[in-house]
């Protein structure tokens, strides 16, 4: 039974129409805005805006010696900054996708097991207005949130280190609201995949550890199969093929941050990039693979936003929603 079709029931399921079309825009617009609306009242806003600030600001604070402040001699306040980002970036790659898909896992799931989802679809909105206007309202929620809370912390860090670059600062904020933003789409995407939110607390959870914890671990695994052995240290000259690098740089976390070092500041100088590196590379000799360039890996970071929300919206387009 098509969705422009009346169930069994007797209620009338959401109408299918083209995503791109004027009518279709304004229904996810307006599901976005009372997503936006919706938060504005929430108490949990404000307990995650104060929870990243906080955290953020440990961050900072982690490079300055106790009861001591920095000298202004051989650009020591410049090097400081540069590791108080670098120390921020280990936050991060951490943080946003904890908050995040702990936070925005049951977006869809929670609508969808206490029936409202049900009467939202008998307006004039599709499954695709539903999943766009919610990824578009929680995007633009974790922004202004992100935004806010960075904002307070630059002003620590402008007290903390005299040399602070603002408009390095700026980017490197700006950069952290995107890759906020590519986690919302992995929560979004795993929000309408499950039926219940317990499921969805499953998948949000797998999908932390294996981002963050276990990636290398199931590397170790490909390693065993293809009888590779990596050798990522500085002394090594043929440490890995470049398809075994980019395996390892295709983690959401590690793609940012190699993309904030080329393009922002050199917040993982062992990538081996920028001027302020412990090696050159860590490919075999001969010219680097393509793929492992900023660039692509942006391309990456891109793919792992807009790969989730169309499986959770080819699994939440058929699904039973009763």
């Keep these: 039974m098509s969705d422009a079709q009346i169930n069994a029931g007797g209620e009338a399921e959401d109408t299918v129409r083209e995503p791109g ?10 599901v976005a805005r009372k ?83 049900r009467v939202i679809l008998t307006l004039p909105v599709s499954r695709w207005d539903v999943l766009a206007g919610t990824a578009l309202g929680r995007a633009v929620v974790i922004a202004g949130t992100f935004l806010a809370a960075l904002a307070v912390n630059g002003l620590t860090m402008w007290v903390l280190y005299d040399s602070m670059d603002l408009l390095t600062y700026g980017k490197f904020a700006f950069a952290v609201v995107t890759l906020g933003i590519v986690f919302v789409g992995i929560a979004v995407g795993i929000s309408a995949v499950a039926r219940t939110t317990n499921r ?56 940012w941050q190699l993309v904030v070092t080329d393009w922002i500041a050199p917040v993982m100088p062992e990538l081996g990039r920028g001027e302020n590196t412990y090696y050159a590379r860590y490919t075999t000799p001969g010219p680097e693979p393509f793929y492992l360039d900023s660039w692509f890996l942006a391309i990456v970071l891109i793919l792992w936003c807009i790969v989730p929300l169309l499986v959770g919206y080819w699994r939440f387009r058929e699904a039973d929603i009763g």
């Excluded at 108490?43 to 104060?50: K, R, S």
């Excluded at 900054?81 to 702990?102: M, W, Y």
Aim: charged share 20%; glycine share 10%; hydrophobic share 45%.
């Design 21 to 30: 079309t004027l009518q279709g825009r304004r229904n996810w617009l307006s």
């Design 35 to 117: 997503e936006i609306a919706d938060a504005g009242r929430s108490w949990q806003l404000y307990i995650l805006t104060g929870g990243f600030l906080a955290i953020l600001t440990l961050g900072s604070m982690s490079k300055i010696e106790r009861g001591s402040r920095p000298q202004p001699a051989d650009n020591q306040f410049e090097m400081t900054f540069r590791e108080g980002l670098q120390t921020l970036a280990g936050f991060i790659e951490v943080l946003v996708p904890l908050v995040i898909l702990i936070g925005l896992h049951t977006a869809i799931a929670k609508e969808r097991e206490r029936g409202s989802l």
């Design 200 to 255: 969805s607390v499953s998948i949000a959870i797998g999908v932390f550890l294996v981002v963050t914890l276990m990636w290398e671990k199931l590397l170790g695994a490909v390693d065993l199969v293809t009888g590779v052995q990596p050798q990522f240290n500085p002394m090594a000259q043929d440490v890995a093929p470049g398809w075994r690098v980019f395996l390892y740089r295709i983690r959401p976390g590690e793609a």
